[in-house]
């Protein structure tokens, strides 16, 4: 069983930087990994994933400011989040896929890490 969890959410002000990491115990190969957020009022949405090979997904809103890592051996995954607003306020939850292939993909969540950047 796949259970992801993640750490490092917290408190930090505006402009500042934090890194969440994400990571499950079990054997089972992680296609791919990914950090999506919800803030109060609003639906879940992508904010960056990363599969296997390096290849990386962002939302343009986050561009240039956050960066998702992986180390395959440990089932983890990173974000870096760096010059935080605001608007990054969320609670972000670790997703990750087992595959590659469609007929073998299956979604597992975390309980979700909460991010508050204060003005």
């Known amino acids: 069983q796949v259970q992801p969890v993640e750490s490092g959410g917290g408190l930090v002000q505006a402009g500042g930087s934090l890194r969440l990491s994400c990571s499950t115990s079990?054997?089972?190969?992680?296609?791919?990994m990914g950090w999506y957020r919800q803030a109060p009022g609003k639906q879940r949405e992508l904010v960056a994933t990363i599969i296997s090979d390096g290849t990386t997904n962002y939302a343009d809103s986050v561009k240039g400011r956050f960066t998702i890592s992986r180390d395959n051996a440990k089932n983890t995954v990173y974000l870096q989040m760096n010059s935080l607003k605001p608007e990054d306020t969320a609670v972000y939850y670790c997703n990750m896929r087992t595959g590659p292939f469609p007929t073998t993909q299956y979604d597992y969540w975390g309980q979700g890490t909460q991010v508050t950047v204060s003005s």
């Open positions: 079990g054997s089972t190969f992680i296609n791919a």
